[in-house]
């Protein structure tokens, strides 16, 4: 009898491990985000997170972060690099000091529209990116939508580049927005996104620029009131994982992100104009001035923005690829 208890143990130890040979062991990634849900970066997120389990059967799940629990975009772009963070999703325009692709898409009036940026991004200029961030430590997984990026001010709107006098706005911490703001007349004040609105509330800034779902999930219709459709730049957001949690993953496990990530940025970019539709009808509903693109003197804008490159574009090689992206179709 006890020989027989002994051996029904022991079979019983045999079936679990035979169960479990093969089997990979759950894996729970971590990722930051800025924005809160409800924004279509994150709608989009998390669409990402659920294909990703549904592909993998559970064995990778993602643990998303949202509304800057992890801290603010530079901190989430160092921290992928180094691998303290498994995935982020940021915009480019927060990668300029580092990556000189990055720089270069940030350019103001660089696209004529979304479809010319895709194009763009789908082509050798996308290649390009992938390669000189993964030389960083960070896995490209997708891009995003970001739209056009306008100005939006407190007191008066802008329709002419001598508006921008005396007015501080706001800009993420790059560069090129910074010189942008100078060309203009303005004055550039660095803040992170989720400070903005303390940064209105208290006086610091008059104005500050991003896309119409941005403008409206962050609130800050409600300080700057005044929004000028001078679409002057459109960097798309990128979906990034750490080279250490990419590396940790089985070949398979590697291609279910891909392909998860893939799918949300398709999903997401036929959402995109309905989200722009929808954040513009809540502005106006809210009482947001809406200058349209018509309204806005844009060349004596457009003029002084474009100044810019003369700075960025840094060689010939460059100079090539800039000329491309403005003469393609
Ligand atoms: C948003 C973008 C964020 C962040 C933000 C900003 O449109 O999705 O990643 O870059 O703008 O202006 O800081």
Redesign the pocket.
Known sequence: MKGNAYRWVGVGWLLAMSGLAGHVAAKDLVMAE??PPG?I?VKAEELFASRLSELTKGELTIQLKHSAQLGN?NQYWENVRKGAVDVV???L??MVKDIQSARLLSLPYLFRSRDHMWRVLNGDFGKRIKAEVEKTGAVVLAYYD??A?SFYTTKKPIQKRSDFTRLRI???DSPIYKDLITELGGTPVVV??EK?NDAFRSGEIDG????L??YVS?EHYKFARYYSMDEHSS?P?ILLMSKQAWDGLTAEQQKAVTVAADESSVAMKKLWAESETQALAKAKKEGAVILEKHQVYLSGIETYATRLYSKYITSSEDLGVVLGILRSQ
């Open positions: 800025i924005h924004h970066i975009e999703r940021i915009n325009g927060g970001s739209g990026r706001r800009v993420q992170s996104y903005v500050a620029e991003n896309n779902p941005s962050s960097v957001e």
